[in-house]
């Protein structure tokens, strides 16, 4: 049955608990400002801002938000790479008391008139090269105003030259509109002084969004102490401090760029170096030019870097710490980027981690001392977590899998205007305390170290037996001629589903009836025969989400899609 916190003998110097100021998200950074003014708070293609300025830039935004009418409680959605105006109206409208609704710039724009109106935004802002994409939808909305920021506001002369001789001319100009705001002149201009707004710490600050893998997308709505604790958390658990540059290559619309590779920063005092958009390249470049303490990312990254000629040729001496998440990470992956960290001058380990939205982002990582194989880690300080058996809330052995339930400072306060699904993963237990289940299929090992197995949602009935995919597709990833690997059920009249796998070779020159045979002999080998692939389709590539993670549901649709056009599936 459930043990209190076996894993606490791993923590080392990490404290059990953290003393979490009920304050807000705003007055949080500004303790940090106030503790390490001269301090580099964030870089931006070379430019860069202390914590002292960093935080006039903030009032200023605060100021000019206030002059055009934003108040406590009104929702901005911020459509913005990652980028200094997208996390300085961040905090601006945390100031005032307003509510921050993150959304992905490139979102098309029917997916932005829903964010727009589930989030009852009166103010976006975004980039210019997406007013387009605005200006369809705004009518339908009751967004009045859109700031419009550049990329090229924050660079330096010459940067900012060939920004514009380059991507620059391909953006299309905006007309004259009323309702446009230019960020640049926004932040020029003279304003009341706009006093902090009288909030309680868990009040609603940010809106993230589930992603909509299983539907239409979840506002997950997220407090200041949420935002506060996971960050002061992280900070705790790698150490933090203003020596520290943490690489901002996951994005500011999700939990996991926003929460760790920003906030946690800012509340440690380190360095983000922001990163608007993720080529492999730019990554080993900036490795190699702003030599960065912490990298954290998805396992596509860390796989595209192994690969990068440039990456294996940095002096890596500088990591400190390497964690991975929102997706599980092969082996393969781990052992090779590591061989090139040791060969190239570093020490650090590639570990694994795991979060979720509900909870802001990551609640539990390898600790830097004590290595698990395929182990996601250990709860942060004050995150608790137990294994229940599915579809209860009854504790369950040690060993034995099941549903994954948390609670702790950084669980969410529920899903936007939806109760009811609310209700279906925050639920009250027998110890009287309040549990969010999450989804995911794990067990738990007798000192604390939990291990995942899949989403729940992902599991596959095949002929009655329960297939996992995440199994299936490492046993394939293990073949040498696999690179990347994804395993989906496709809707069977006589099993239910059956196992079809999506194979991309190292060498795909290599692509074959003979080859798909010889993989599918290769699982038989490693796998109940329920649990082999039926089919195997190779690809070039494999579709991802937003944040780098194989998209399983786009190769399910795409299937689905194939059975309904040839009128054996209705669903």
């Not at 979060?355 to 996601?376: C, F, H, K, W």
């Amino acid at each position: 049955m459930y043990q209190k916190k076996p894993w606490l003998k791993y923590y080392g110097d990490v404290p059990e608990h953290v003393d979490y100021p009920e304050i807000t998200l705003y007055e949080a950074v500004m303790k940090t400002v106030k503790k390490n003014p001269d301090a580099i708070a964030y870089d931006f293609l070379g430019y860069t801002s202390t914590y002292g300025r960093f935080s006039e830039e903030i009032d200023k935004c605060a100021d000019a938000l206030a002059a055009l009418g934003l108040k406590k409680g009104d929702s901005i959605t911020i459509s913005m790479p990652t980028s200094p105006q997208g996390i300085i109206c961040f905090y601006a409208v945390n100031k005032l008391g307003g509510v921050a609704s993150m959304i992905h710039p490139l979102s098309p724009p029917k997916e932005i008139e829903f964010y727009l109106n589930i989030s009852k935004s009166k103010f976006a802002l975004t980039i210019d090269a997406f007013y387009g994409n605005f200006n369809q939808v705004m009518h339908a909305t009751g967004c009045k105003k859109l700031i419009l920021a550049r990329i090229p506001d924050y660079l330096g002369l010459i940067k900012r030259v060939g920004f514009n001789l380059t991507k620059g001319r391909k953006i299309p100009k905006v007309p004259a509109d009323d309702r446009v705001i230019w960020w640049k002149d926004m932040m020029s201009g003279t304003y009341p002084k706009a006093p902090m707004a009288n909030m309680n710490t868990h009040d609603t600050a940010v809106i993230l969004y589930s992603g909509g893998t299983t539907g239409v997308p979840k506002g997950i709505m997220l407090s200041h102490y949420n935002f506060i604790s996971e960050g002061m958390m992280v900070s705790c658990w790698g150490k933090l401090n203003e020596t520290d540059k943490v690489l901002a290559i996951l994005p500011i619309f999700h939990g996991f760029g926003l929460g760790v590779c920003v906030n946690a920063a800012f509340m440690g005092g380190g360095r983000s170096i922001l990163v608007p958009q993720f080529t492999p390249e730019d990554v080993a470049r900036l490795i190699k030019s702003k030599r960065p303490t912490f990298v954290i990312g998805v396992p596509t990254l860390y796989q595209a870097l192994n690969k990068n000629k440039d990456f294996q040729k940095t002096d890596l001496s500088c990591l400190r710490g390497c964690f991975s998440g929102a997706d599980t990470l092969p082996r393969e992956v781990k052992e090779e980027f590591e061989a090139i960290v040791k060969r190239q001058g570093g020490n650090v380990k590639l570990l694994e981690g795991y979060g979720l939205t509900e909870a802001v982002t990551a609640i539990m990582a390898t600790p830097l001392s004590e290595y698990r194989e395929n182990s996601i880690g250990i709860p942060f300080p004050d995150i608790d977590a137990k294994v229940v058996k599915m579809g209860t809330t009854d504790d369950i052995a040690v060993g034995e899998e099941g549903e994954l339930c948390v609670k702790g400072p950084a669980v969410m306060l529920g899903y936007l205007d939806k109760p009811d699904e609310t209700a279906k993963v925050l639920k009250k237990h027998a110890d009287g305390n309040e549990w969010l289940h999450t989804g995911d299929m794990v067990h738990m090992d007798e000192d604390g170290f939990f291990f995942f197995k899949q989403r729940i949602k992902r599991m596959i009935k095949s002929s009655g037996v329960n297939v996992y995919p995440g199994q299936v597709e490492d046993v394939l990833r293990k073949h040498p001629a696999v690179d990347m690997a994804c395993v989906i059920g496709v809707p069977d009249k006589s099993q239910i589903s059956r196992v079809k796998a999506f194979v991309v070779l190292k060498d795909t020159s290599k692509e074959s009836r003979e080859m798909a045979d010889e993989l599918i002999r290769h699982c038989a080998e490693h796998l109940l025969k329920w649990s082999c692939p039926r089919e195997i389709e190779f690809r070039g590539d494999l579709p991802k989400t937003l944040v780098g993670k194989v998209a399983f549901n786009v190769l399910e649709e795409e299937e689905k899609s194939k059975l309904r056009a040839a009128g054996e599936f209705a669903g």
